[in-house]
Antibody, heavy 121, light 109 residues
C-alpha cells in the first residue's frame, strides 16, 4: 500500500520540544524529497521545510531556522521532524508529504494523515 | 519570498455550476504552481500540477491554467463531493521555497 504513516498526537508545554515521525511504506518509493507542512486550527497551510532522502540535505523556511530539524533514518524508512522551543502558536496539525515532481518541479502527491501537536501550559 | 493572493476566500455555487478560483503571484513563477483540495479532517489532495496538468485519477471536470503571475482553477460542473477548501501553491526548488495561497472555501447553495 502506498502511504506515509505519521505518529500520534502530542501535548507539550511551552519551551519543550516535539519529535514527529513519518514512515514511508515500501510501495511509496522511490521518494527523493519529503516536505513538512502544518495547519493551525481553522487556518491555512504553511510549509516548514524539506529533506532530500538521497543526500540527506535539508532546507527550512526562514522563520523556522534554528529550531526545526528534519532527519531521515534509512534503516526504518522514517523521516522525523523535531521542533524545539515550542510556543502556543505552534499548535497545529503537522503533515509530511512526498514530493513526486520531476527535476526542477515539485508536487506533493502523497500525504501523511497528519499529527496534532498541542502546546498548552 | 513570493506571496500568493488567492480569491475569493469563500464561494457558494449550485450543483452543475462552473466555478473559478484565481491565484496571483507577487513575482513571475512561470508555471510553478499546483492546486490542492482539502476536505475537513483530511490531508490535502493534489489536483493540478505545473499550472495545468491533471494529476492521475483526478476527475476531468477539474482544470487549471495560467502562467507568470496569474492562475485560474476551474471546476466545469460542480458536484456535491467537491465541497472542500482549495489551495494554490507556488514552488521554487533552488533553493526550496514554497508558499500556499490563503485558501478558498467552496460550498453548495
Amino acid at each position: 500500500q502506498v502511504q506515509l504513516v505519521q505518529s500520534g498526537a502530542e501535548v507539550k508545554r511551552p519551551g519543550a520540544s516535539v519529535k514527529i515521525s513519518c514512515k514511508a511504506s515500501k510501495d511509496s518509493f522511490p521518494i527523493y524529497y519529503i516536505h513538512w507542512v502544518r495547519q493551525a486550527p481553522g487556518q491555512g497551510l504553511e510549509w516548514l521545510g524539506v529533506i532530500n532522502l538521497g543526500g540527506g540535505s535539508d532546507f527550512y523556511a526562514q522563520r523556522f531556522r534554528g529550531r526545526l530539524t528534519v532527519t531521515w533514518d534509512t534503516s526504518t524508512s522514517t523521516v522525523y521532524l523535531d521542533l524545539s522551543r515550542l510556543r502556543f502558536d505552534d499548535t497545529a496539525i503537522y503533515f509530511c508529504a512526498r514530493d513526486g515532481g520531476s527535476v526542477g518541479a515539485s508536487k506533493f502527491d502523497l500525504w501523511g494523515q497528519g499529527s496534532l501537536v498541542t502546546v498548552s501550559s | 519570498d513570493i506571496q500568493m493572493t488567492q480569491s475569493p476566500s469563500s464561494l457558494s455555487a449550485s450543483v452543475g455550476d462552473r466555478v473559478t478560483i484565481t491565484c496571483q503571484a507577487s513575482h513571475d513563477i512561470s508555471t510553478s504552481l499546483n492546486w490542492y483540495q482539502q476536505k475537513p479532517g483530511r490531508a490535502p489532495k493534489l489536483l493540478i500540477y505545473e499550472a495545468s496538468n491533471l494529476e492521475t485519477g483526478v476527475p476531468s471536470r477539474f482544470s487549471g491554467s495560467g502562467s507568470g503571475t496569474e492562475f485560474t482553477f476551474t471546476i466545469s460542473s460542480l458536484q456535491p463531493e467537491d465541497v472542500a477548501k482549495y489551495y494554490c501553491q507556488q514552488y521554487d526548488m533552488l533553493p526550496p521555497s514554497i508558499t500556499f495561497g490563503q485558501g478558498t472555501r467552496l460550498e453548495i447553495k
